[in-house]
């Protein structure tokens, strides 16, 4: 058997106010057409009949102005329901319409704060990032020069400079003290027992200046001990030739400089000496260049000879 096709149907309890009440002006409607039309009937059937101590004419011309007024106003309520059902719906959509576009500009409103914040964050990162940058910028500029302080050691090495007193007289406080850092460390990892030991440029390779700072390592002074002894940029005086070594871990070992004095010699060239000075320093100092010849005049010979 074939299943009948299935057709909504409204509930009654879903029909709108309006619906209710047109449909109820209409049943009123209908009722009153047809007792205006019996009106009229009798009025032209039975013109001259008595009802209830009124003329019948007066009994019908009350009756039909009545259902007249009652059909009347069946037809304004409908008229005015019908009316009702385009315009409130209508009405009711531009009541939701101002509601919507008051919300859209309360949230317009609310983006738009937001938006600012947003970007108000957004200019508080960029400038802390560039105050960021800045400082970095700044602390790499200060690391850099640091750097380049603390290898001027190894710069005198390379023979990138040529008169390292020089650069340490005209250095600040601050440099000077990471020009002998800087030397300590270059000269502590020559030493053998360092962890992890960096031979020095073949003394052929370097200058005056940088034999002279690095000699003990050259000379293997002190080998034996942990560290070398350092040369003392204050205490040092080029200008007379005049050199101080300071040790770190002990006395130095004085016999070992007397016995490289002729290697010495050698490195630097000329004639040197060497003698303790204070507890724990070594003073290499340049002795007078003798003349291979000297004039022999009379008052130098005793008499008799």
């Known amino acids: 058997m074939a299943k009948r096709p299935y057709i909504p149907v409204k509930p009654?309890?879903?029909?709108?106010?309006?619906?209710?009440?047109?449909?109820?002006?209409?049943?009123?409607?209908?009722?009153?057409?047809?007792?205006?039309?019996?009106?009229?009937?009798?009025?032209?059937?039975?013109?001259?009949t008595g009802l209830f101590s009124w003329s019948l004419d007066q009994v019908e011309d009350r009756f039909l102005l009545g259902t007249v007024g009652l059909m009347l106003a069946c037809v304004v309520l409908s008229i005015a329901f019908s009316i009702s059902r385009k315009v409130l719906p209508f009405v009711m959509r531009q009541n939701a319409l101002a509601k919507i576009r008051t919300k859209d500009r309360a949230e317009a409103?609310?983006?738009?704060?937001?938006?600012?914040?947003r970007a108000a964050r957004e200019a508080e990162h960029r400038l802390e990032q560039e105050r960021r940058e800045a400082d970095r910028q700044r602390e790499l500029a200060i690391l850099t020069e640091r750097t380049s302080w603390t290898n001027t050691a190894n710069d005198l090495l390379a023979g990138t400079i040529a008169d390292i007193f020089a650069v340490y007289r005209a250095a600040t406080p601050e440099q000077r003290a990471l020009i002998e850092h800087g030397y300590r460390e270059r000269l502590a990892v020559a030493h053998p027992r360092s962890k992890y030991p960096t031979a020095l440029p073949s003394v052929a390779a370097l200058n005056h200046q940088a034999r002279l700072l690095f000699l003990p390592a050259i000379i293997d002074a002190d080998g034996s001990r942990q560290d070398y002894a350092t040369l003392e940029f204050t205490g040092s005086d080029p200008a007379a030739a005049r050199y101080l070594y300071t040790a770190h871990s002990g006395l130095p070992d004085l016999a070992h400089w007397e016995k490289a004095i002729p290697a010495i010699n050698a490195y630097l060239g000329g004639s040197w000496r060497v003698e303790r000075t204070g507890g724990a320093g070594i003073m290499l100092a340049a002795l007078p260049a003798m003349q291979d010849t000297f004039p022999l005049v009379p008052a130098m010979l005793q008499h008799g000879e």
């Open 12 to 48: 009654v309890s879903e029909a709108t106010t309006g619906e209710q009440i047109t449909a109820f002006m209409f049943g009123l409607l209908v009722p009153s057409t047809a007792l205006a039309i019996v009106a009229l009937y009798i009025k032209s059937r039975f013109p001259k």
């Open 109 to 117: 409103k609310a983006h738009a704060a937001r938006e600012r914040e």
